[in-house]
């Protein structure tokens, strides 16, 4: 996975406009996996050495689109958000086609966008990064689903199943953060999706597939296990201009569990394991579900679907990496 930030290839700061420093809005949700007041301190204290720093607490369900779109209005040249990828997700809905760059701090259990894009899983030292960085940004692009934006991975099936259990949990998901996931995948598996007929039509490419769960991707990786990438779908990366499309298939057994955590951790294809297929990447991807079934975007619960059309734009988003 390309990572960019690297002090010696990244591009020199942008110069704040004449007369004033640079603004930042720090979006911060208090209830996150790894967020502390203290920690809230200490971030504002290092991006203050680079910006005007303004912070505000999320108190609901998507305050971060609505701060987000007050900082973008108000003029605010970055918005740092210390929360997980929810909290981001929300803040990128206000973000992106805007001039207004985000930049990540990790403070959930994966914080998956800020891995990707090298500000590793240590708020104070993402927050630290961005101080030195300022403006230095490049582009991403950014999936899209029935008109939401997201930033990696939406999944229908199985994982959204697990994620909508997860997050109803608060006290288990700061316990095991990740682990938490896996868990409860074996079971909700278990109890679902073993011995499963297919209950959805997955099309991308020209192609399609009939499966149990679906994956569409907008990154390289699915999501991340600690500081290790899982990768599922092919083709796909923040700046292909593609999405990558994969699905879980009918027959799933327990003895499928062990080698379909091995193939999504270790560097071979987790196409090639027989519960697993990959269509081509492209910029349109449908799925069509024969009931209800439940979808996460950007690893929160969304909704149930039964049908969903998804679409890349290219370089929507502004990121400091």
Not at 34 to 52: C, H, Y
Not at 75 to 90: Q, R
Not at 297 to 302: E, N, R, Y
Not at 304 to 312: D, G, L, P, S
Request: glycine letters at 10%; hydrophobic letters at 40%.
């Amino acid at each position: 996975m390309t990572q960019t930030g690297d002090p010696e290839t990244s591009p020199a700061p942008a110069p704040a406009r004449p007369g004033r420093r640079s603004r930042l809005t720090l979006i911060v949700n208090p209830t996150a996996t790894t967020v502390s007041p203290k920690g809230v301190a200490q971030i504002r204290e290092a991006l203050a050495e680079r910006f005007d720093v303004d912070v505000q607490m999320t108190d609901a369900q998507g305050h971060a689109t609505q701060i987000a779109q007050e900082a973008v209005l108000a003029g605010a040249d970055v918005v740092a958000v210390y929360a997980g990828d929810g909290t981001t997700n929300e803040a990128i809905r206000a973000l992106a086609g805007t001039q207004t760059a985000l930049a990540h701090l990790p403070g959930g259990s994966a914080s998956v966008l800020a891995l990707m894009l090298g500000m590793g899983s240590d708020g104070l030292k993402a927050a630290r990064r961005v101080a030195q960085l300022g403006q230095a940004t490049r582009s991403i692009d950014l999936g899209y689903v029935d008109g939401r934006p997201f930033s990696f991975t939406v999944g229908i099936g199985l994982d959204a199943a697990v994620v909508e259990l997860v997050d109803g949990d608060q006290e288990r998901k700061e316990r095991f953060r990740w682990r938490a996931f896996w868990m409860e995948a074996v079971r909700v598996a278990k109890d679902q999706y073993f011995a499963a007929d297919a209950c959805m039509t997955i099309e991308s490419g020209g192609q399609q597939l009939r499966a149990i769960t679906a994956i569409v991707q907008n990154a390289e990786a699915y999501t991340y296990a600690g500081s290790r990438p899982l990768t599922v779908g092919e083709g796909s990366s923040l700046e292909s201009g593609t999405l990558a499309a994969s699905g879980l298939l009918p027959g799933l057994r327990w003895l499928d569990v062990p080698s379909i955590t091995y193939r999504t951790l270790a560097p071979v294809r987790a196409a090639g394991h027989p519960r697993i297929d990959v269509l081509p990447a492209s910029e349109t991807v449908t799925v069509r579900c024969d009931r209800p079934m439940p979808m996460q975007v950007d690893g929160d619960f969304w909704k149930y679907v039964t049908e969903a059309t998804f679409t890349v734009r290219p370089g929507a988003l502004r990121v400091v990496c």
